[in-house]
């Protein structure tokens, strides 16, 4: 079955330490973004790409960084300049070319908590 | 620029009982509208989506509506259980696949 696949389910991060979240996706999706879901806040855009070897900043990209070398994948790494990084980070990816009819897919999560 | 805004933000009902969600946004230009369900701690799991040109959309117990003129889109769940007790959320693609969300609707199904 096609699907988004993130991992670690969990992940814990000491002070001042990067640490990078997977996303796999086999849906043959052009689009894949980044978000970071926080309480009461619903869900804030991070990063995104539309094509293999270029991607965009979101709403409150500042402390992460991406890369998107093959289609399938798009992994999201926290730096240490991200002060407040403990949160649910959701992978979601899409079809794009025919006016979004399919909607967003999205992966199981990731979350990121600061020990 | 465009504003998703979900009321209420937390529900209870007794099982048994019809409930309309309610999701409201700011500019009408939209490509298309998704619902989402999402259990603690998982991710999200697309119900429906209605694209601009249509008016609802109907999967098993669940029936979407989108009002563009007006800004509106409604999930209606009929006869609701226990097991329906998630955060439903919807989902605007203003036309660049970027989606806006609102901040969903917490939803508890008591039995």
């Known amino acids: 079955d096609g699907g988004i696949t993130q991992s670690p389910k969990y992940l814990f991060r000491k002070e001042g330490q990067n640490v990078t979240l997977s996303c796999e996706q086999n849906?043959?999706?052009?689009?894949m973004y980044w978000y970071r879901q926080d309480p009461g806040q619903g869900l804030r855009l991070i990063y995104y790409s539309q094509i293999v070897n270029d991607f965009q900043k979101g709403d409150i990209a500042e402390g992460y960084s991406v890369s998107r070398e093959k289609k399938e994948s798009f992994p999201l790494t926290v730096t240490s300049a991200q002060k407040n990084p403990t949160a649910f980070y959701l992978c979601?990816?899409?079809?794009?070319?025919?006016?979004?009819?399919?909607?967003?897919?999205f992966g199981s999560g990731t979350r990121l908590t600061v020990v | 620029k465009q504003e998703v805004t979900q009321i209420p933000a937390a529900l209870s009902v007794p099982e048994g009982e019809n409930l309309v969600l309610n999701c409201s946004f700011t500019d009408s230009a939209i490509y298309n509208l998704q619902w989402f369900r999402q259990d603690p701690g998982k991710g999200l799991t697309s119900l429906l989506l209605?694209?601009?040109?249509?008016r609802e959309q109907t999967s098993g117990r669940l029936n979407a509506s989108l009002d563009k003129s007006s800004g509106r889109s409604t999930l209606y769940i009929a006869a609701s259980q226990p097991g329906d007790s998630a955060t439903y959320l919807c989902a605007v693609n203003p036309g660049t696949y970027k989606y806006i969300f609102g901040t969903g609707t917490r939803l508890k199904v008591l039995a």
């Open positions: 979601a990816s899409i079809r794009t070319g025919t006016g979004g009819v399919d909607g967003y897919t």
């Open positions: 849906l043959n999706h052009d689009a």
């Open positions: 209605i694209q601009s040109s249509q």
